[in-house]
């Protein structure tokens, strides 16, 4: 597979060409199963390496739902009124099997629950048939390499785009997912934003991934750097009525009291509060937001997080007048 850059084309064909405004959703070449959409405004895109107008880029990341067009159609006002690009990208489900709903919460590498995360995977999993006809892919995922990946081809094709940093998002699951993408790649963020997280991972030495970080290197490869992280600006927002998560909800269903232990039963806002708390504790630079009279809704917690990303990129704006 191939691309033609955006500088190699006439300027005033890229928006008939679906390049510029509204880019359809769109597959990511290095792995077509992922796929992303994006909203380049038109007025201020340059296709130009050289330029010295090249835009900053927003990622913001789906929920559980996989609605990642509502997610890019919140941030369009917020482009334009900006001069930024908004990119969402597509994880779908099922990637990583029959029942692969929540893998990309954890970056490709296990569910929460440990022992009785297992045993609850392969309680509803019993009932599993094959499907004819279809092999099925030995292709390991890392949804956090596929994100790097994705930014590698975002500056291919539109070089007017500044990808060596970007401003991360997520809300629900997608707050899960920027999270742990924050612990393991920090030095390519200038801001992230977690909202209405349902499960955490805890700066935790001592526990073992996703609950803790004791073994990123054997799982991932990689150490997190607590010194790059203590650079990034983050925001943790949640709603003051957001309650228990679903996938805490559906293991409670499932396995009774067998998954009754004290973490689960946290809401959604006492997680977001302990994350923050802890976070604080090993000194990174955290603003905590709680919407009162909010429960899980994305809209009404999305003004906290408009407000902090404007402020992150006013100043990444005024950096380069310097």
């Known amino acids: 597979m191939s691309i033609v850059p955006t500088d ?12 510029t405004n509204s880019v359809p959703t769109t597959a990511l070449q290095a792995d077509p199963r992922v796929s992303y959409a994006a909203y380049i405004p038109d007025s201020h895109y340059y ?18 739902h996989r609605d990642h067009l509502r997610y890019l159609d919140v941030w369009r006002p917020f482009a334009e009124r900006e001069r930024c690009t908004i990119l969402a990208p597509l994880f779908p489900a099922m990637l990583q099997g029959p029942l692969d709903i929540m893998g990309y919460h954890y970056l490709g590498r296990g569910d929460a629950g440990g022992a009785k995360g297992k ?6 999993l019993s009932g599993q048939i094959s499907v004819p006809n279809v092999k099925q892919s030995a292709k390991d995922v890392r949804h956090d390499l596929c994100l790097l990946v994705m930014l590698d081809e975002v500056a291919l094709r539109w070089p007017g785009i500044d990808t060596s940093k970007v401003f991360l998002t997520g809300f629900s699951g997608g ?3 920027v999270h742990r993408f924050l612990y393991l790649h920090p030095e390519g963020l200038h801001a992230a934003a977690v909202a209405g997280l349902g499960e955490m991972t805890a700066l935790d030495a001592s526990k073992p991934w996703p609950e803790g970080v004791e073994d990123v290197v054997d799982v991932f490869g990689k150490a ?5 992280l203590r650079s990034v600006p983050v925001l943790a927002a949640v709603g003051g009525d957001d309650g228990v998560s679903m996938g805490t909800q559906l293991r409670k269903a499932v396995m009774g009291k067998e998954d009754g232990g004290k973490k689960s039963a946290l809401t959604r806002l006492e997680q977001m509060e302990m ?10 630079l955290v603003e905590e937001v709680v919407v009162p009279g909010v429960a899980h809704e994305m809209a009404k917690v999305h003004p906290a997080i408009e407000d902090f990303m404007t402020r992150k990129l006013q100043l990444w704006w005024e950096g380069k007048k310097s």
Request: glycine content about 6%; overall charge negative; proline content about 7%.
């Open 8 to 19: 190699s084309i006439d300027r005033t064909l890229l928006p008939s060409l679906f390049l």
């Open 47 to 64: 296709p130009d390496t050289d330029s010295p107008s090249k835009l900053p880029l927003l990622v913001t990341i789906h929920g559980t």
């Open 119 to 124: 045993a609850f995977k392969e309680k509803l």
């Open 175 to 177: 707050a899960q997912f």
């Open 224 to 228: 997190v750097d607590f010194e790059i």
């Open 275 to 284: 994350l923050a708390k802890g976070w604080r504790e090993e000194g990174m």
